[in-house]
């Protein structure tokens, strides 16, 4: 079955950085293109970045550009996102996406809190 479990949240002060992590299986990961999302207390689900199967296209929402670079490696199968610069308005669980035909996957999420 298609597991998806992220890593590497935490409490940073702002201007300070948090790389998460996202391991996949039970699909063939490189195959696809992958997402990170993230959802503030009170908000909708947000897309943050996404990157195609090969890792060759990139995009961002307009309010990480610049900040944040999301990653792969189709060997071990994890979908990586750094975080730069990290603002208060940054907290919130950020979740792992894949798409496979029609159905969304995500993993559990690991919360990101950015606050002095």
């Known amino acids: 079955q298609v597991q998806l479990v992220e890593s590497g949240g935490g409490l940073v002060q702002p201007g300070a950085s948090l790389r998460l992590s996202c391991a996949a299986s039970?699909?063939?990961?490189?195959?696809?293109?992958m997402n990170w999302y993230r959802q503030a207390p009170g908000k909708e689900r947000e897309l943050v970045a996404r990157?195609?199967?090969?890792?060759?296209?990139?995009t961002y929402a307009d309010s990480v550009k610049g900040r944040f670079t999301i990653s792969r490696d189709n060997v071990k199968n994890t979908v990586d996102l750094q975080m730069n610069s990290l603002k208060p308005e940054d907290t919130a669980v950020y979740y792992c996406n894949v798409r496979l035909l029609d159905a969304h996957y995500w993993g559990q999420g690991t919360q990101g809190t950015v606050s002095s």
């Open positions: 990157i195609t199967s090969a890792g060759g296209s990139r």
């Open positions: 039970g699909f063939t990961f490189r195959s696809y293109t």
